[in-house]
């Protein structure tokens, strides 16, 4: 059965703030009935979102109900990932209406007393999306493995929610057009929303952060020449750096593409934590990856949702001057530029002329 | 009551694999009646380590409970903290004799049903050093409040398992001689269990590791001037730089000490991460924290365990020309150039006179 989501985003739905509802609209629209958000009732995700077309946004649960929905997802995450006790009321409704419950709070719904036994009488399931699988190890730098046979990108950004999962799933698109055999490893709740696996890399205890990234990308990279990984934070987050850096040295990525955003010169909520100029954080990321493994920055990603066509065209020319790297808005333009550099890099690894898929063994 | 542990490490007790049972033994060796390690049985802790007097080591649980303990202490981490089948019947005929269980592995013993229900059926508690609280909250740059009032400083390392909490407690109590406002943040298990309070920061959710790290530096300088922070892991761990990075963003330390062991290399079971020239070294963790806080290293601890006295002296005097800073082996010589170097730090960034306490306010 497929899930025709009524998405809970009460408050937040916008551009910038409800990032689960949103991925989930841009890639799997047709499984999306209504959204919640009382603010914008009327409104069409299009006009909210600039895409997602005539997918409304209602008032309220009952007003969802409606649209014949079979599951509720929690489309919005609060700092902190904690389920806001307003919300409890609302869900033990849904469920009660036997719609099943999709959550990435870190708050683990299904093991929520009340919410378990409502669940249980009404025989529906609660997915919890960052809830971590109860067998993970340490890291042990076991994708050096692959280092013969895959490719593993990871996306980095100068700060959270600046378009590293976006990114990957723009360039998994453009890739599987171009017949590449390519691979996405989703680390966070609406990366594995889209991607149906994965593991929230956020939710695992600190031991195990790298060793959850290693393990996902060798899963990922069993049919795959290419493994995109989705970043998480920034190097420089004061809350998640912790996350960052254990998926950085965990995924043991090849090379990484940087995404960042020309308008935001701060971390979002931290304006006492300014970002260096781009080309100074390239620099930086290519060090905190470096004693691992020498992986260089290939291509940047902008997130130019707030400029206008000319200025966004603009501030690729800029970057691309500013760091010698091609670049692009891969979600605005077409992703071509970041694809044939992940290509090129690719195939010097290995060797490979261009039309072959064989893969040379063991070449780096 | 006070704990008389009977302290478990078979198979492991020697001076690098035992950590939790060494620095249980070093700086509270009055509650230790003695240690089970099959292998070692006879010996004293004196004579595997080096300090602990005549504390015996026995060979069995059985022999152990003549020396009369109240308490069985996990005194051995394995990589990953999972607890060890083999071990869930000594656990068990432990809880049978009427000994509190004191445990840091990750598997928390108070949640484990079998564990749970014999330890109520006795009367006996289980205390999980590793537990983490269940409040925590993502960091918000906290740490900042503290700058007109006290100075916080963080060890960090160049691997895991080197000095960073012995450091620090050796810090602490030459601080404490000199009649210095001191305190001691404990961020692992074995830190808790000698300070009494903490939180086992590797224990942790990846979201709030440096949440955990600044709830606890905001109270640790509570009635403190200086804070010494228990550092974890390392900037290059491929295990758990993770956890290192979200405890230094989150601690956001005035300055560092850095710990480094002249014959380590690599890191320990990772001989493909290579450790580099400290002075390198030392510039790359003071890039790490730069971003949200210039916080120089400002002393070099050695751990030297390994070397002749000869041997250790000329290291020191290699070390301090190499990388322009004092350094000593905090526990095998005076730990005072560092605890000086701190001394200088604080005074200046208060500028308070030698010989007074007084500090000005809101200074930096």
Redesign the interface.
Known sequence: MNSRFLILAEGAFSPLRSKTANACIRYTPEQVVAIIDSGRAGDTAQKVLGFGGDIPVVASLTEGLTRKPNALLIGIAP???QLPASWRALILEAIDNHLEIWSGL?TILSDDPEFAARAKSRGITIHDLRKPPADL?????RV?ELDGRATVILTVGTDCNIGKMTTQLQLRDAMRERRMRVSFAATGQTGILVEGWGIS???????????AAERLTLQAAKDADIVLVEGQGS????????????????SLPHAMVMCAQPSRTAINN?P???I?PLAEFID?QE??AA??RAAPVIAVALNTYDLTDAEARAAIERVERETDLPATDPVRFDPAPIVDAIDVFHRKRFAVTAGSTALGAGVR
Chains 1, 2 share one sequence.
Do not use: Q
């Open positions: 700092p902190g990932g870190h190890d340490i890291a042990r730098g050096r890399v956020d939710a695992v205890i600190g031991d195990f952060i790298a060793g190097i420089i987050h004061p809350s998640y750096s912790g996350v960052t850096y254990g998926l950085l040295h965990g931290h006492w934590v300014k260096p930086m060090r905190a004693p691992l």
